[in-house]
């Protein structure tokens, strides 16, 4: 399942990208929502490169860590110091956790990595970060709409991307030709930690939308 080593653009920061407008930075989604899906990709980015895995045996399930040494970035490597001090939490409290801060943290390794452009102040209203390049904050939403078009599985990334936002509730809101069956045929070719991710964050998202009512 090792297919990603972390490198920046990530499954995180193209979920970011794909959350927000790719010229004015502005988000689509509700904050919390917003939260909890970019808390699923970072879980993602980690079960992609094998550094966390699910215990099935656990009830709930549990999240562990695989490889408890440095993943050479900051945001990763904190994530992974969370779950090896605690690990007898389920994966739905991990969510609930890691959303609280998350946006903060991807936004500032996106400005980092200068994939965004500092937030900027014009009068009394602050302009949200942007993205530096408008082509490259476009090609993650581009790539899930020529798969879907093609109808040609893409890669796990990118089912795991399309996952989280169809767990986020925006899928049919951002992508050009919406399909809930290619969707559902994306991930289940998903091994199945990350088909339970998405589960899971998508039942958080559910309860978030619930207690907002």
């Not at 509700?30 to 980690?46: M, S, V, W, Y």
């Amino acid at each position: 399942m090792a297919e990603s080593d972390l490198s920046s653009p990530s499954l995180v920061d193209d979920l970011y990208f794909v959350l927000h407008d790719n010229v004015t930075g502005h988000p689509l989604l509700h904050p919390r929502l917003t939260g909890l899906a970019l808390a699923g990709g970072i879980l993602g980015e980690l079960m992609l490169a094998e550094h966390v895995a699910l215990d099935f045996a656990a009830d709930p399930e549990r999240l562990y860590v695989t490889v408890q040494k440095a993943t050479g970035d900051p945001l990763t490597s904190a994530v992974l110091g969370h779950v090896i001090a605690e690990p007898h939490h389920p994966i739905g409290t991990w969510l609930l956790f890691f959303a609280r801060t998350i946006y903060a943290d991807v936004t500032a390794r996106m400005i980092a990595a200068k994939l965004l452009k500092p937030p900027v102040r014009h009068l009394l209203k602050q302009q949200p970060a942007a993205p530096a390049d408008m082509n490259t904050a476009a090609w993650p939403l581009a790539r899930l709409n020529l798969a879907i078009q093609r109808r040609k599985p893409p890669v796990d990334r990118d089912c795991v991307l399309l996952g989280l936002l169809a767990a986020a509730g925006c899928a049919q809101r951002v992508l050009s030709e919406h399909d809930p069956r290619f969707e559902a045929a994306a991930t289940a070719m998903l091994p199945m930690p990350l088909r339970r991710l998405i589960a899971q964050t998508k039942v958080a998202v559910g309860q978030a939308v619930i207690s907002r009512r």
